[in-house]
């Protein structure tokens, strides 16, 4: 089975800080993507990748910034988080093709104070 | 403009009895895909279903069937005999371009179910 894991769970920051999100995946993907759920928008895209060093911009991405740098790992950044980037992260990975699904992880809700 | 309306914010239902959670899309691509995702109290996105344009026969997984109606430009998610345990939240989600990699899903809004007993 795939396995899309992210490094936390439940996480607080203060204005300001930093953030890194991380995502791993374990079934050689090449394409990985990063979304943000917030209670009556959905999902909205913020960034994806489609190789290792390619990334493309989503609906949302001011803000935040990614790296890529190994296959498995895609990491979303917060360069300073803000109150209004208070959300749930869900990180996916699916392989190319038109009829693969993607793969999420079980999400980051993050909380900036 | 959205590209993917569900218009349903909260749906009730009590088991054994079948509910359609509507979805429209809109895309001027002759090749796209329809998905369909649970998500639980819990949070996992859990893939239901998929859909292809070219698709002729609708899509069916166990107790979940996709009505496609491509000229209305809709994909309804129906769920024969409801079980509490199909209390989520439930998302339908289009692929423009599918052969393009990296392609994102874009998903809807959401609808709410609530399956009583």
């Known amino acids: 089975d795939v396995k899309v894991t992210q490094s936390s769970r439940y996480l607080v920051k203060r204005t300001g800080e930093k953030v890194f999100l991380e995502c791993v995946q374990d079934m050689d993907h090449e394409n990985m993507f990063w979304y943000r759920q917030d209670p009556g928008l959905g999902l909205r895209l913020i960034y994806f990748s489609y190789d290792v060093k390619m990334k493309e911009k989503g609906d949302i991405p001011e803000g935040y910034s990614v790296s890529r740098e190994k296959k498995e790992r895609f990491s979303l950044i917060l360069e300073s988080a803000s109150t209004n980037q208070t959300s749930m992260y869900l990180c996916?990975?699916?392989?190319?093709?038109?009829?693969?699904?993607?793969?999420f992880g079980p999400g980051t809700r993050l909380t900036v104070l | 403009a959205q590209k993917i309306t569900q218009t349903q914010p909260g749906m009730f239902v009590q088991e054994k009895e079948a509910v359609t959670l509507d979805c429209t899309y809109d895309?001027?691509?002759?090749?796209?895909?329809l998905f369909w995702y649970k998500q639980p109290s819990s949070g996992e996105m859990i893939f239901l279903i998929y859909q292809g344009s070219y698709d002729e026969q609708n899509a069916t997984e166990g107790r979940y069937s996709l009505n496609f109606q491509k000229a209305r430009k809709s994909a309804n998610l129906v769920i024969s005999a409801s079980q509490l345990g199909d209390s989520a939240m439930y998302f339908c989600?289009?692929?423009?371009?599918?052969?393009?990699?990296?392609?994102?899903?874009?998903f809807g809004k959401g609808t709410t179910l609530s399956v009583s007993s």
């Open positions: 989600a289009m692929r423009e371009l599918p052969n393009q990699a990296g392609t994102a899903l874009i």
């Open positions: 996916a990975s699916r392989a190319p093709g038109q009829y693969n699904e993607q793969f």
């Open positions: 895309t001027s691509d002759q090749s796209y895909g």
